[in-house]
């Protein structure tokens, strides 16, 4: 922590292990100074220490594709980061035909991935040598590839647009997703069923949350969306109908299989769920408004050779379509854009608002 503190730049990655646990945890923290490189296990050590440093502006943190690793600072520990230059951004506004770090280290540096590593579980103890050679790799070249791509930058006049996209991921924000917010009814097929069968799905739906919770594994390693599905419209009637299923966690055969038949047992009893409203979406006039600035944009971004989403977001496009500012103290009042996108885009944003774009 004090190598990093007087650091005026580091490399920063993490791993984590969604694909491997009921919820997700950071698992390894890798920092690469000049000269060398880091693991950080949070298994093992506070990482509390670390959050004055990733929200200090004056120390650079260099990353490749950073809303993730960021969104998972904010969600698990509460940090928020500062000073981010991204080189996934970099490359995206230099127009680099590869975008991913992989593609990227080998085309410049010759480093070739270990493509098994992408499904590793970084929650295992002890790491083997292989995934610790892994994640070195992912920080190791990126204060070099930080220098190339700012002389690119710089001689294309670039430099302040890559930084105010870093400013922009710098701002994600976890929120809750439209999959837990609807429960089971995010399951394609749900709202269709039967009163008695939607009753079975949401008993199978939370005995597979809590079996998940309980063994901290992904919820389709417990029990599949299409498996409860079909045992919702027809649900076995004993445990040998129900062993002959497959998919099942190993929990839930045998001994277990009583849990899923007095899951099954209580949903009958009790009152069946009824499907939530159907959002609608925003009105026609806002979508009409978000067509024209998204027309807007692509136009703008080809002029300027940028992708899209390098102009403005799609979340603000919405933003502005919905309080459809007139003005530039309107816009302003908005909150849509920051000072550099008002700056940038602001007369073209009213210009399609007011109809003349």
């Not at 399951?187 to 005995?207: F, N, S, T």
């Not at 079909?230 to 045998?254: C, M, Y």
């Not at 136009?299 to 530039?328: F, S």
Request: hydrophobic letters at 40%; one cysteine or more; aromatic letters at 6%.
């Amino acid at each position: 922590m004090e190598r990093l503190r007087q650091a005026p730049r580091f490399a920063l990655d993490t791993e984590s292990n969604s694909m491997h646990a009921h919820r997700e945890r950071i698992c390894l923290v890798q920092v690469s100074l000049p000269d060398g490189d880091a693991l950080i296990d949070p298994l093992a050590v506070d990482l509390r220490p670390l959050a004055p440093v990733l929200a200090d502006p004056s120390i650079e943190k260099v990353m490749h594709g950073a809303d993730y690793d960021i969104l998972c600072f904010k969600r698990e520990y509460g940090f928020s980061l500062a000073g981010l230059y991204d080189t996934m951004l970099a490359a995206r506004v230099l127009g680099w035909r590869s975008h991913g770090l992989g593609p990227i280290l080998h085309e410049r540096y010759g480093v070739v991935a270990n493509k098994r590593m992408q499904r590793f579980d970084w929650g295992r103890r002890p790491l083997p040598e292989g995934a610790l050679d892994y994640a070195r790799q992912d920080t190791r070249y990126l204060l070099e590839l930080r220098e190339q791509q700012l002389a690119e930058l710089r001689g294309v006049d670039r430099e302040d647009e890559l930084l105010h996209a870093c400013v922009r991921q710098e701002r994600v924000e976890p929120r809750p997703s439209r999959a837990d917010a609807l429960g089971m009814w995010r399951i394609k097929g749900a709202r269709g069923l039967p009163a008695g069968a939607r009753g079975v799905l949401r008993g199978l739906y939370e005995l597979r949350e809590a079996v998940a919770e309980q063994l901290d594994r992904p919820v389709f390693q417990v029990m599949s969306d299409a498996l409860m599905l079909s045992i919702a419209r027809q649900p076995p009637k004993d445990e040998r109908a129900l062993a002959e299923l497959r998919g099942l966690h190993p929990t839930l055969r045998g001994r277990g299989g009583a849990r899923v038949l007095r899951a099954i047992e209580a949903a009958r009893e009790a009152e069946p769920p009824r499907p939530p409203a159907v959002d609608r979406g925003p009105g026609r006039e806002v979508v009409a408004r978000f067509d024209a600035l998204r027309a807007w944009r692509k136009a703008t971004a080809a002029e300027r050779g940028l992708e899209p989403d390098l102009v403005l977001g799609k979340d603000t496009l919405m933003a502005l379509a919905v309080a459809a500012p007139r003005t530039m103290e309107e816009l302003r009042a908005s909150g849509a854009l920051d000072e550099w996108e008002e700056r940038r885009y602001g007369d073209g944003v009213l210009g399609v608002l007011r109809g003349g774009g």
